[in-house]
């Protein structure tokens, strides 16, 4: 079931990135190595595409669609985060899927453009966002924000303009709508779809049953 959830969640995803026999060529590799996107390589070009976290070789995989303006998405970060440190066999791959409005979709981009700067940078700026306490309310705070956590962002504005970081946003939506995405947070863990806010013990229960399941 995650296998074949994979391949909706990916396929849609890289179509309109990469086509013809590299698309089937990456694709294969992913799913016979479980290698991460945005991680182990030093191709920029290609690399910083997908924000992935966790251990890339985890037994359980959780696709996270979100938007940085949405509370119950907040809500839900500190639990996942908190998965995410005790869990050392876990894979999170972060899905924007901006629905909140032209605000929603910048901080998507921008935080996005933050990946070519490194996935630490990116993370500090993503958990930052996603903090229950803090709400984007410009983009200046935004900006604010993202120079707080040490990123250049002269660098973001610039990276901000390429369209392939513009259509990434439009595939991962495209994405989590095939995969049955209307509300956010919605998550998709083991193959199992779960919309909605989610509580620490909740994650945790459908991380152990996608195991219990393998």
Partial sequence: MERSLYRIITRTVLAHAFGGMFLFVFC????????????????????????VFGNPNGDVT?????????????????????????DKN??????DFPKLGPLSDTAAIA?????????????????????????LTGEDMLYQTAASVGLDVGQIKKDMT????????????AAGKSAGVRV????????????GY??????????????AAK
């Fill in 198 to 211: 989610a509580t620490y013990d909740e994650l945790k229960q459908r991380v152990g049953d996608a195991r």
């Fill in 90 to 95: 876990l894979k999170i791959i972060y899905m």
């Fill in 111 to 135: 935080t996005l453009a933050s990946l070519r700067q490194g996935a630490d940078k990116y993370l500090k700026l993503h958990n930052m966002l996603m903090n229950k306490n803090v709400r």
């Fill in 62 to 86: 959780i696709f996270e669609f979100y938007d940085y303006q949405c509370g119950y998405c907040k809500a839900s970060e500190e639990g996942l985060e908190r998965l995410l440190r005790e």
């Fill in 28 to 51: 294969c590799t992913f799913f016979a190595t479980g290698l991460s996107f945005g991680q182990q390589t030093t191709d920029t070009s290609m690399a910083n595409i997908y924000p």
């Fill in 184 to 195: 956010t947070p919605s998550f998709v863990i083991g193959g199992q779809f779960f919309p």
């Fill in 162 to 173: 390429d369209p392939a970081i513009a259509q990434q946003v439009r595939d991962n939506i």
